[in-house]
């Protein structure tokens, strides 16, 4: 499911329970210096990054004393301009945004989860980077993982990164896998939701959905600031030649934490040819 550009005015993108993706959730918010913002979402546990701009976030859980996490989010004009930070926010607490800098775009990702953990911060210096692929073969990608391997045993369901291409044009998500059935170890249900971002921000890609049959599927145009939602499906995307793509992703598990991705059986050849792969694969954990 495709969802264009738009000004949401601080209000979800993919609210709680959704028809097509339940298992997430996804919000984008635009402070100035000195604004607010608060939430709480019940059932869900949610993971502030900071796309642009710098935040104070305070947790808070009825009867415990409150979380205080200063100067989350170092980043300038884009989400190229620096490493993301974030705060990890349990289920049954409620978040208070306070602006620091000028002006700050921030992402809130979520997944259901029903058990309440504790709060804590992910600094530029903890986040989990890893570089795969090549210009040979069109794949040349960098992950950054926010909630990753190092936080597996602080997170309950939601697992979130930024994907960047390396250098301009070519294919992301490839070859092209699908999890949207739980029969481990094969596979596991994973809804997921992608916000684009492209540089230049005249840049464009195409994300394509072909069904878990492997029938004809359909091509979307994604521009800057596009969301997509993937309930099932095999899901791989491209960006045009010259420019730069970015993508926000967000995964929430069904039945456990780590991601088991199936790779379309007629092209899962590729793991052995794209370099890194198999340690890309690894780290969705």
């Not at 913002?37 to 869900?44: H, L």
Request: glycine letters at 10%; one cysteine or more; proline letters at 7%.
């Amino acid at each position: 499911m495709h969802i264009p550009p738009h000004e949401n005015a601080n209000k979800p993108i993919i609210d709680a329970h959704h028809a097509s993706v339940p298992l997430t959730f996804f919000n984008i918010v635009k402070l100035a210096k000195g604004e607010n913002f608060t939430y709480a979402v019940p059932d869900y546990e949610t993971c502030i990054v900071p796309a642009t701009g710098c935040i104070d976030i305070t947790v808070t859980a009825t009867g415990n004393a409150d979380h205080h996490f200063d100067k989350i989010g170092n980043r300038g004009s884009d989400v190229w301009d620096g490493e993301p930070e974030a705060v990890y926010v349990p289920t049954g607490t409620t978040a208070h945004l306070t602006c620091q800098s000028d002006n700050a775009e921030i992402f809130v990702a979520g997944a259901k989860f029903t058990d309440t953990l504790t709060p804590f911060a992910v600094r530029r210096d903890e986040i989990d980077l890893v570089q795969y692929g090549s210009d040979d073969t069109k794949t040349h990608r960098k992950i950054k993982h926010i909630l990753g391997q190092k936080q597996a045993d602080k997170v309950g369901r939601l697992l979130v990164s930024e994907l960047f291409t390396v250098g301009t044009g070519g294919w992301s998500g490839f070859p092209p896998h699908k999890h949207d059935t739980d029969r481990k170890p094969d596979e596991t249900r994973h809804d997921e939701v992608y916000n684009f971002r492209f540089r230049p921000d005249f840049g464009f890609g195409m994300q394509l959905l072909q069904p878990s049959d492997g029938g004809q599927g359909d091509a979307f145009h994604i521009t800057n600031g596009s969301t997509f939602a993937i309930q099932s499906g095999y899901h791989p995307c491209v960006v045009a030649p010259g420019y730069e793509m970015y993508y926000f992703t967000i995964l929430g598990g069904l039945s456990q934490r780590p991601l088991v991705q199936y790779f379309q059986p007629e092209h899962a050849w590729q793991i052995d040819v794209i370099p890194g792969i198999k340690d890309m694969i690894a780290k969705f954990k």
